[in-house]
């Protein structure tokens, strides 16, 4: 096993990555850019070192900082988390060069499956079917213009290097092109360095799902099942559960197996996931490979009982997987939320600033994955994800009463955050139905507010009632007490009750 390992990362998954290092007992070293330096990741780690300025092409883009630190440091592998540099093939180059181990696949299977277009190519290959569209990137916009003409609209501008819905546009009609093929490229260049786009048919409301795969050295590749990822704002994933409520057991097999066909065409080994499109007649399409650990990933842990960081860090160090696909039985229903610093009542602006405090959720089946703590400062520089919070229960019933309860108690003062959205879309019929797809949740916000809850009270006339009543019970509480006066001719001199006391304090830091 790795005696030292450098996270190339910052924020939740370095923290999470840190912690299974830590029960294995390998020391953990941290690396910050500027506005990071008193971040939970690295208050955590046995080491910490500076790499840059905020901008990430300057600090956690760097490679060649990255493997400074690492030779420096004296590691003996690198995990790259997610983001960053972690589908970037240059970084498991850099680090066999530096003869240190890559936590994740080889370079070469990575640009295999990574990259979109030949991911593409490979799932053909393999026999998986795949979404009408372009195999190779399109260099002159005129030419995908012209495809897109031909295959009809709508259609899907996709970055070659893309993940996490960036680097994307929907185009609708030929008026839109230019401008949508300027936007998607620019986005994809600052996100990943790459400009490059490719085209597909964009499908109509299809469920995204997605495959967990595991593969050892040693030829053993499995499949962990299936995770519902449909509901997306602006192809960004905010909620993921296992299982879903559409798969069947056959169709879970048939795309366990072409994950799987797919991972061995490509020489796949490390943790990774295959996602796919499924339409309503519950055929599905290869859509892209993940070649990292996803954000997600703590559903398939939950309903699994497996650690998938630490399986990563094992495959690495040479070992086998200990278990075969068919020894692994989910149990129960598992939900992630992925809690933001962001604004939704003002269109979703991020909310940097100071966490002047906060609540963390507890208790049966909750799980918190966070890189933040009270006092702490967010920046603006970086994704805004703060937490991921998931639930775990018998039933997806049970699950979702258990996520809304920790939703209610999770609070953060100082910042914005986007946990009401969470409660609105728990209380929404079709979801507690499971009848939803990669729109639902962009259509449920363009609804007016009071059609959203019809079921309830508006939430600003909700707020409103709130505040005053608690202005009232504080005016009241400041009241000299009539009853007692009459009676004793003095006020009760007692010490005001500290369950009241920490209640009000509670309900002033939530007014609007």
């Known amino acids: 096993m790795f005696r030292k390992i450098l996270i190339a990362n910052r924020g939740e998954i370095a923290v999470r990555i840190l912690r299974a290092c830590r029960e294995l007992g390998i020391r953990c070293v941290a690396v910050f850019s500027e506005v990071d330096r008193k971040s939970l990741h690295v208050r955590l780690a046995d080491e910490a070192y500076p790499i840059g300025p905020a901008p990430s092409r300057e600090s956690y883009l760097c490679i060649e900082k990255i493997i400074d630190v690492a030779r420096r440091s004296a590691c003996d592998a690198i995990h790259p988390g997610y983001g960053f540099l972690a589908e970037n093939s240059a970084l498991p180059r850099a680090c066999a060069e530096a003869g240190i181990t890559f936590i994740g696949p080889s370079a070469e299977a990575m640009e295999a499956l990574g990259s979109k277009t030949a991911g593409r190519q490979l799932a053909r290959r393999s026999e998986v079917p795949t979404v009408p569209g372009a195999n190779n990137s399109i260099e002159n916009p005129d030419d995908a213009q012209a495809l897109a003409q031909n295959m009809s609209y709508p259609v899907l501008l ?123 007649q519950l055929n599905f399409y290869f859509l892209e490979v993940n070649t990292r650990l996803q954000v997600e990933h703590p559903v398939t842990e939950q309903v699994t009982g497996l650690d998938l960081v630490k399986l990563q860090i094992a495959i690495a160090a040479g070992h086998r997987l200990p278990f075969a696909w068919e020894t692994i039985t989910p149990r129960g229903h598992a939900m992630e939320v992925r809690l933001y610093a962001e604004d939704p009542d003002n269109n979703f602006f991020p909310s940097p600033g100071k966490i002047l405090s906060r609540q963390a959720p507890s208790g049966p089946g909750i799980r918190l994955d966070e890189g933040v703590y009270e006092g702490w400062t967010v920046p603006m520089d970086y994704d805004p994800l703060l937490s991921k919070l998931i639930a775990w229960g018998n039933s997806r019933e049970e699950t979702i009463a258990r996520l809304r309860r920790a939703l209610e108690e999770y609070t953060v003062t100082g910042i914005k955050t986007n946990a009401g959205l969470f409660r609105r879309i728990l209380a929404e019929p079709h979801f507690l139905r499971g009848e939803i797809h990669t729109k639902w949740l962009d259509e449920l916000l363009q609804r007016p507010s009071s059609a959203a809850h019809s079921s309830q009270e508006d939430p600003k006339t909700a707020r409103t009632a709130d505040a005053a009543a608690i202005a009232a019970t504080l005016w009241q509480a400041q009241q000299p007490d009539k009853h007692s006066s009459r009676s004793s001719g003095s006020r009760d001199s007692s010490p005001p009750s500290r369950w009241k006391q920490e209640g009000r304090r509670q309900q002033l830091d939530r007014l609007p």
């Not at 797919?262 to 490390?270: C, I, L, P, T």
Request: charged share 30%; glycine share 10%.
């Open 158 to 280: 996709k970055a070659v290097a893309g993940g996490g819905g960036k680097g994307m546009r929907v185009v609708t009609r030929d008026s839109e092109f230019t401008a949508a093929w300027r936007d998607a490229s620019s986005e994809a260049l600052n996100a990943f360095g790459d400009a490059r786009l490719y085209l597909e048919k964009y499908l109509e409301k299809p469920r995204h799902i997605e495959i967990q795969i595991l593969a050892d050295a040693h030829g053993r590749v499995v499949s962990l099942g299936e995770r519902e990822c449909s509901v997306q704002r602006r192809h960004q994933k905010v909620i993921e559960e296992a299982p879903s409520l559409v798969i069947t057991p056959e169709l879970r097999k048939k795309m366990g197996d072409a994950a799987v066909r797919m991972a061995r065409a490509g020489g796949y080994v490390n943790a990774g996931t295959v996602e796919f499109l499924v339409d309503a």
